[in-house]
């Protein structure tokens, strides 16, 4: 079922919904007896709420597919990922929290290195250090355009946000990172004629940004690509008729939940204390879209022992969140990122929903193996999450007569 | 697969197929013993064809969605529901069983009560009885048209059938039926420049009804909604090259067999009697669509033991079928009724599927969490049933060289 469908079948009601999302959840059986990190965990409370409701693993984007977190996001949110897509210069912003406005073109910058005839020697420019990159934006903020204001953000080591304001901005640019060496950074061309006078202004600016960075090597030149503008997307009250909010501590999620319309609260840390701020906004919201990073970096890391100890440190903190007593609650994550890759994966995504109108299977315990015979089934279109959980919270009209 | 696919493939054979359809079959644990209905049901005919064949659980419209009957059906029959939508104006008609002829314009109406100042009080006038119902459309039947038929039928309480049948009418009319009290009855507006002609002589049937029920408070006026024209789709013949019958007591589900071309014999009451008429008219046809409407009425009643009888009466008549010895077998419901929730619901429906070309899995009763480990997986598209019925029956070419 597609958006505008369910949009058509949102109804109200006065339920509680929390999706709580462990970064990267999903493993692979590379530890000491041949189990994954979840199987390995001791999960007394999620295997509890397993046994009340009903497992399976759900697939993100589709068969063999490795999400990003902005893709692996939108799924769970019922964004269809292959059809909602955010452009690079859009994650670049929410990734440092830029409050994009609509209209605004962003891209991401790399500093790179040329040599004297001009041809790319280091795309990444020696990967220096964040704190050069700050000094550097410094020298770029100064520079003045003819019809736009330029907004410069230090992202990380060689990474920037680029951001041009302005009327009758238009993000049909292509890239100018040639993804080449030895050859020249590639001309700013606007790929419509609607794109041909930010085409100008980015040329312009590239232009006075090589002047000021040329004394700078190795980052004697910036590298451009992903123009985008902010989309604009249903948002959770429009689709789904729900008030909700993301309680995620990293900007990405919370820039993410943003497109979506959710509103993003202020952050603590631990579970324990996201809980806590859920309970102190239980009655402004209906859906709380809660999440947990550190399963995803201990994944990320390749340590087998660290990622298990973060999801029995999710565990621990069930009971707090079950006081609360919601409608509907969903435990999954994103995507999955086995200590034994270090990076995210395609593998399906070990998934429950608990709710008091589940019919129960026989999976007794939350593990990517015991929820292949769950009743979500072992390749669940993750966009079906959604609309599950609104069944479940009975804010699903029934569909003809 | 869709439709357009299936019909290219398909080819004659002499075989016969049955779909048993036992209403809201699928439940929820809230049984004595944690069992749905169908599990708490002593089935052990069931349970002999889910030996023998393959099982699982499917889902008529998709995840989350609770579907009516008319498309909890067409789902069954192949026909997604999602494409193939009737409007409220001709399931109106087939719930009366109204012979709706191609052209004719149909709506559903309700008597309404309005206040002196022409304000709605109450959209479904107090209710009124099905007998005074009957004695106010008697009033209307005689209002004459000029350049069109008018045909009134009682429903049920406060609703009725608005037909219009003529030259060049067209049904894209807006409801007049304001959804809200304290206001007037909207207007009657072509949403299109061809349904002009069919606005004005809506127009004038409401005004010429409102003087004749002018009296008859609480039922002193009209309201209507769901404008629709029969679809012209393919037919069971046409899509699948099937003699079909349906044999169901129930108006509307009659009606949506009628909707895709099935032959609808006079059907008695009972399971057994159904199944030798099917015997008596074998040789007539290839496909028999049986309908057992008791199990989703004990449903909706939230009476979980009633549900339970219903269903193992359904269980004592199988032999009967099976002395027929039909090629396909598919028992299952057009969607979930929990006793629990005394409604439809959006939970898959367990179902069977028997012929000698089964490749049997492991289930051995018909239940809902035993069919989650069935060959048919525990949500397969509703409409994959009627594939896999033509297949097994022996009536789908190779696709391809």
Aim: charged fraction near 25%; charge should be negative.
């Amino acid at each position: 079922m597609n958006l505008d469908f369910i949009q058509k079948q949102a109804k109200s009601a006065n339920t509680k919904m929390v999706m709580l999302v462990l970064d990267g959840l999903g493993g692979l059986p590379s530890g000491p007896n041949g189990q994954t990190e979840l199987e390995a965990a001791h999960t007394p409370n999620l295997d509890a709420l397993v046994r009340d409701g009903i497992a399976g693993l759900h697939l993100p984007v589709g068969a063999g597919i490795t999400p990003g977190s902005g893709p692996g996001h939108l799924g769970l949110f019922g964004f269809d990922p292959t059809r909602y897509q955010v452009g690079r210069g859009v994650l670049a912003a929410l990734g440092v929290e830029f409050d994009l406005q609509p209209g605004d073109v962003a891209a991401r910058g790399n500093f790179c290195s040329l040599d004297e005839d001009g041809l790319v020697t280091d795309r990444r420019a020696g990967r220096i250090s964040t704190e050069r990159n700050e000094e550097l934006c410094k020298l770029l903020e100064g520079i003045e355009l003819d019809g736009a204001e330029v907004f410069i953000r230090t992202v990380k080591e060689h990474r920037l946000l680029f951001v041009l304001r302005g009327e009758g901005l238009n993000a049909e640019i292509a890239d100018t990172d040639p993804q080449a060496l030895g050859v020249k950074p590639l001309d700013v061309v606007a790929k419509t004629k609607a794109a041909e006078k930010t085409a100008r202004l980015v040329a312009e600016f590239i232009e006075k940004a090589k002047e000021r960075l040329a004394g700078h090597h190795p980052a004697n030149m910036l590298l451009m690509r992903g123009f985008a503008q902010k989309p604009t997307w249903p948002t959770f009250r429009e689709a789904y008729g729900l008030r909700a909010c993301a309680i995620a501590s990293y900007p990405m999620y919370r820039g993410v939940a943003k497109l979506v319309g959710m509103d993003t609260l202020h952050a603590p840390t631990t579970l324990e204390d996201k809980f806590a701020l859920a309970a102190e906004k239980w009655d402004d919201y209906d859906f709380f879209f809660i999440h947990k990073k550190d399963v995803d970096s201990r994944g990320e890391d390749g340590d087998f022992a660290a990622k298990v100890a973060a999801i029995e440190n999710a565990d621990q903190a069930i009971p707090a969140l079950m006081k609360l007593n919601p409608d509907v609650v969903v435990v999954t994550g994103d995507h999955s990122t086995p200590a034994q890759l270090a990076e995210h994966s395609w593998h399906p995504v070990p998934v429950l929903l608990h709710s008091k109108y589940c019919r129960t299977d026989e999976v007794e315990t939350f593990g990517e193996r015991a929820c292949i015979r769950g009743a979500l089934g072992p390749r669940l279109p993750g966009i079906e999450l959604m609309p599950l959980m609104l069944a479940n919270a009975l804010r699903l009209a029934k569909f003809g007569a």
